[in-house]
């Protein structure tokens, strides 16, 4: 029995998951992960996320992790929500690719438009998405690149409930709607690692024009987002990272489904994405982030920021807190596996706002 327990523990396979040493093949690395759950809406929802990371050039030692995931869930009740994305850097770094497709067909809870929603608004809606989106960039100068993106989004909205909110209000985009937007990015990118930096400046700058393509309550706009990241290592063990995003949507008529959404599992953890929704957004959050040994990492973390229609209120800011562990299951891609917990604001009569999140790759 010992020496058949002894003989799984220095198999490969088991070594590559538990030993502190990197493998110098500079070989690709695919894990993948069962996915299952349950919710009274859904009933029982099963499927797989996978994650593949390896060096489009091996001899390049300077090259970036490139990587596709995939995830894939269906339920009992014939709902289903289907995402592939790419994320591949050139030799060299010169060209950087990023892909998504994604289908989805799946309940959310819609609480209203702005800062000030209430629990028991709450609706449940059923949404059917299609998205493609396309982005390449190009490096012109050390650490800086400029790039072209394209994005075409289709949504339908049903609700079963004559008496929610969605139903009792007239929410511009009700029905759903479609729209391709092209545009433009800026990116500054000074980080020495792009799946687990420890030093270095990330900035991101995009724009996207939406024109009127097919009329009606389709979205004809702009998209303006800022992506701004810094790391710092404190010592051997311990980095410091600062992460602040704005977006906001430029338009006369501004859809509710493609408004910003406070909360997820990468900024303002411990909010229900889609709580708080308005035409902007802005969030700032810090992390701690503590290594106790090459396969384990503890992290802290605490945001704060809020929605709102065309100026911010400061007085209105929303926090969040929580901590977590990261499990290194591929240390030459420095590829983990995610698990947080946070908590956010408790507002008068309802429980205090939290989230549990299982996420493959830090937040940020």
Do not use: C
């Amino acid at each position: 029995m010992l020496f058949a327990q002894k003989k799984i523990l220095q198999s490969k396979f088991v070594q590559r998951l538990i030993s502190s040493k990197k493998d110098s093949s500079r070989a690709g690395r695919f894990m993948f992960f069962p996915v299952m759950g349950y919710s009274q809406e859904t009933g029982l929802e099963y499927g797989l996320s996978g994650t593949y990371n390896f060096y489009v050039q091996k001899a390049d030692t300077a090259i970036r992790t490139s990587s596709i995931n995939a995830f894939a869930t269906l339920t009992t009740k014939h709902q289903s929500n289907l995402k592939l994305t790419t994320d591949i850097w050139s030799s060299k770094n010169k060209y950087h690719y990023i892909g998504e497709v994604k289908y989805r067909d799946f309940p959310f809870s819609f609480y209203g438009i702005g800062d000030n929603t209430l629990a028991k608004d709450k609706d449940l809606l059923l949404q059917k998405l299609f998205r493609l989106n396309l982005e390449v960039e190009k490096r012109l100068l050390k650490n800086y690149y400029t790039g072209l993106n394209a994005m075409f989004e289709d949504f339908t909205y049903s609700d079963q409930s004559n008496e929610g909110i969605f139903n009792r209000s007239a929410f511009y985009g009700a029905e759903g709607g479609k729209y391709l937007a092209l545009g433009l990015s800026q990116v500054y990118d000074s980080r020495n690692s792009n799946t687990n930096p420890s030093k270095g400046v990330y900035g991101r700058l995009k724009y996207a024009y939406a024109p009127d393509f097919w009329g009606g309550h389709n979205f004809d706009g702009s998209f303006l987002s800022v992506d701004l990241r810094a790391f710092f290592r404190i010592d051997k063990h311990l980095i410091v990272g600062i992460n602040s995003i704005y977006q906001t949507l430029i338009g006369k008529e501004i859809p509710f489904y493609l408004m910003p959404q406070l909360g997820n599992d990468e900024m303002m953890r411990g909010y229900y994405q889609g709580r708080y929704r308005d035409k902007n957004l802005w969030a700032i959050q810090g992390e701690l982030r503590y290594k106790v040994h090459p396969r384990i990492g503890l992290a802290t973390f605490i945001s704060t920021g809020t929605v709102y229609p065309e100026k911010i209120n400061l007085s209105k800011l929303k926090m969040s807190y929580g901590g977590g562990v990261r499990y290194f299951f591929d240390l030459e891609h420095e590829a983990n596996i995610r698990l947080d917990y946070a908590v956010g604001e408790k507002r008068p009569q309802e429980k205090r706002q939290n989230g549990l999140y299982l996420s493959i790759g830090q937040a940020f």
